[in-house]
T-cell receptor, first 117, second 114 residues
Framework: AQKITQTQPGMFVQEKEAVTLDCTYDTSDQSYGLFWYKQPSSGEMIFLIYQGSYDEQNATEGRYSLNFQKARKSANLVISASQLGDSAMYFCAMPEYSGAGSYQLTFGKGTKLSVIP | DTGVSQDPRHKITKRGQNVTFRCDPISEHNRLYWYRQTLGQGPEFLTYFQNEAQLEKSRLLSDRFSAERPKGSFSTLEIQRTEQGDSAMYLC????????????FGPGTRLTVL
């Protein structure tokens, strides 16, 4: 079974600064991926970024990038130029593939990011 | 471009009552998932449909929980004889079964059992 660990319950960042949210994982799969989702106080989980274990370059999506270090089993999310609207919970998640041809996501406990004006 | 929708957004019920939640996935997505999220935790997987077939249901929390997707479009999640421990956010997601098969989530239904 997959295991996701997010060790930072809460983080603060000054507006316009960059911030790194940590995620470590444990899996016995040779091929796997990592997702990051954002959950504002409204409750909806918003997909941010994905990277597969065999992708050679770290994924980037606008202000979001993944610092993926397979040897350390870490997939940290970097948010550049933080905005007030980035204040939210952030979850790291790993797919656990089932024999039914799809996967279920295993989530960490999340990190609450607060952006300070 | 309409995303995943869920109804109702909030539900307050008394212990012992039955509740039903609805999820409408993104129209071209044939995979649909239900998750439950309790306070301070990440979502936990409950069940999964591919079209109308429920292919994974072993993670449903008890036999009081059931889900359907009768025509392969919208889905319902029912909880019978609710208990206070069922109070949580119930999230629905859908995915296209292609590419990275990313799951896109709805806004959730927040259940409070009194």
């Amino acid at each position: 079974a997959q295991k996701i660990t997010q060790t930072q319950p809460g983080m603060f960042v000054q507006e316009k600064e960059a911030v790194t949210l940590d995620c470590t994982y444990d899996t016995s799969d040779q091929s796997y991926g990592l997702f990051w989702y954002k959950q504002p106080s409204s409750g909806e989980m918003i997909f941010l970024i994905y990277q597969g274990s065999y992708d050679e370059q770290n994924a980037t999506e606008g202000r979001y990038s993944l610092n993926f270090q397979k040897a350390r089993k870490s997939a940290n999310l970097v948010i550049s130029a933080s905005q007030l609207g980035d204040s939210a919970m952030y979850f790291c998640a790993m797919p656990e593939y089932s024999g039914a041809g799809s996967y279920q996501l295993t989530f960490g406990k999340g990190t609450k990011l607060s952006v300070i004006p | 471009d309409t995303g995943v929708s869920q109804d109702p957004r909030h539900k307050i019920t008394k212990r012992g009552q039955n509740v039903t939640f609805r999820c409408d996935p993104i129209s071209e997505h044939n995979r649909l998932y239900w998750y439950r999220q309790t306070l301070g935790q990440g979502p936990e997987f409950l069940t999964y449909f591919q079209n109308e077939a429920q292919l994974e249901k072993s993670r449903l929390l008890s036999d009081r929980f059931s889900a359907e997707r009768p025509k392969g479009s919208f889905s319902t999640l029912e909880i019978q004889r609710t208990e206070q421990g069922d109070s949580a956010m119930y999230l629905c997601a859908s995915s296209p079964a292609s590419g990275t098969d990313t799951q896109y989530f709805g806004p959730g239904t927040r259940l409070t059992v009194l």
